[in-house]
């Protein structure tokens, strides 16, 4: 009996509880709290065709929590239940607009504008996000001279790796290829808001050293047989490292028996011909024309994978792109963290540097915590599909400064 008057008493207490004030199925589009607004680029050309694209965040529920502090007691406000618009299902009445009124449509925004920025805040009654500026340029019109990089995948095959080595065919290395020129071209990514045609251009080679033809295009496939990894690695600077002049070596092979968890052996530029600040972040030997430059290892003249690292494009993009000089976009602290300069990591205005901590394509900002769309071939974990105005510069320094980045066509 006393059991039931107890199951009795908590029922009538419960009853009697006040319903929660928030209810985030009933206020979903209503009583928005805070509004997160973020572009696409920190840059846009002004060109009527290039875009920068918005991520918009609504807060609709609102936690307040209080610590202690001695006598004191500290408020603070926890935003939660947020909602993520991109190009559907905005409630209406939650806009973004420029600063001076403008309504922007289907979350992009483009532009002829003579000005040199442009303001945007998302609203929704009397809350207002805060301001996101984006510089605006004229895009360059000056004719670039096109570069052009014989590129060699040497598949190194061993026992052990004998089908991981065996599957990739020419299909794929030209599929490496072509996103790689449509990268540097500006056409993987329609109306990419800072980016233009670089003229870098990487071409696979159809022969050897020798002037013999290459059973397939781009690739030399050496296989060895029973030997291990160092045996491997031995072969490789004994006989596959081709004239750095004539061709970029890209070897595919286990150089060690825990080479797939580590990250792919590749090297920035060391030496350079000209003021080296002129590539900031990197640190460069000067060298006069035509002095001797001693290689030391295949990553002078070269990238290695592993098989595991070369089942997808972005991983090969990005490391390619350390090879001419790109820097990362991650920010991270501890040892061997990146040099932040004025909030940049990677030396280029017109790309986001992002934290660690948060994974996948929509990357949190170093600078303001917001999320922002990442499409950027240095930032980690994206699609890889953007060569920022910045960035093509620097590789357009390596390759006109770097005297083991450079081709003879």
Known sequence: MKRIYLYITLILALLACEKEPYDRFENEYNGIAKLELSASSTHLFTNGVAEVEFVLSAYYGIDITEKFYGDGVIKDTIYRDTVKYRMRNLPEGLDIYTESGDKVENFKYSTESSDSEVTFYAKSGDVESERVSVILEAA????L???????????????????AIGNFKEEKVKAVIESLNKAFANTAKANAPHSIDQKVRFELVSVDPTGNKLSELGINRVQLGDVDEAEALSYLNENLMWDHNLYLNIWV???????????????????????PSIIPGLDLIQVEEGDAIEITDPTDIGLIFAPSHFQENSTIIASIGKYFGLLPTIFYTGWGAPT??????????????????????????????????????????????????????????????????????
């Open 140 to 143: 360059p019109k000056e004719e």
């Open 145 to 163: 001279t096109e570069y052009v990089i014989p590129v060699v995948f040497h598949m190194v095959e061993t026992d052990s790796q004998e089908k």
């Open 253 to 275: 092979c286990k150089t060690s028996p825990w080479a797939q968890y580590y990250d792919p052996e590749v090297e920035a530029p060391t030496h350079i011909m000209a003021d």
């Open 340 to 409: 932040v300069v004025d909030g940049d990591v990677d030396y280029c205005a017109d790309t986001y540097s992002w934290n660690r901590g948060s994974m996948g394509i929509w990357k949190t900002t170093k600078d303001d915590n917001k999320v922002m769309k990442s499409v950027n071939i240095m930032d980690d974990n994206s699609i890889g599909s953007v060569v920022s105005y910045h960035q093509g510069q620097r590789v357009r320094n390596v390759l006109e400064h770097c005297p083991l980045r450079q081709y003879s066509n």
